[in-house]
């Protein structure tokens, strides 16, 4: 039986590096879960979540907040 890998988004705060999320998108990749992260969500863009995710090629998309 094939093994599908569920599919997930990370949301991004507009504060942080995005260490913790690009880790996991490595983990993803790499096996160590058994998922994909297919997007990023944001709520402002050109943090340092949203440039790590691209750079990585993980689409971003970018919901603002009422406070932001």
Not at 9 to 34: D, P, Q, V, Y
Request: aromatic letters at 0%; charged letters at 25%; a positive charge.
């Amino acid at each position: 039986v094939a093994r599908v890998k569920t599919g997930v988004a990370i949301l991004g705060g507009s504060k942080g590096r995005g260490s913790n999320m690009s880790r996991l998108i490595e983990a993803c990749r790499g096996g160590e879960i058994e998922a994909s992260v297919n997007l990023v969500v944001s709520p402002i863009d050109g943090t340092a979540a949203c440039d790590r995710a691209r750079a990585l090629d993980v689409p971003v998309a970018v919901l603002p907040t009422k406070d932001e």
